[in-house]
């Protein structure tokens, strides 16, 4: 008895809280639109390294570009590489909030950051 309780619960803990919970996917199109700014990501996700394309936009420069994407996932934790084709890089560190809702901070290499929101289209 006592080692199929042991088993139950490390099937729960797995469940809720491992890889195979429900934000294991980040497979798909994920967008996070500012007032002025918006980046979209086509993520691909293979166990836990993540890899895709994106593109970036801003409104008041009207200027836009091509980012590429590289980064791990375990559980709710993502951690991310942007680099954008004008060379700058960026560290996108975030928590999944669920299956499509993604909120975190986006560091840039040459200093500074931004709050970003991502939703799962």
Known sequence: MRP????????????CTGTLGPWSNLNGTWNALGVDTGIALELTQRGTTV??????????????????VS?????????????????MTARFTEVLKDANHMRGLEAFSSGGADSLFFLRQ
């Open 4 to 15: 199929t309780l042991v088993w139950l619960a490390c099937a729960l803990a797995i469940g």
């Open 51 to 68: 890899s895709g394309t994106g593109t970036w936009w801003n409104a008041v420069g009207r200027t836009s570009g091509t980012l590429g």
């Open 71 to 87: 980064g791990t996932t375990v559980g709710p934790d993502v951690e991310l590489t942007l680099r954008y084709e004008t060379g």
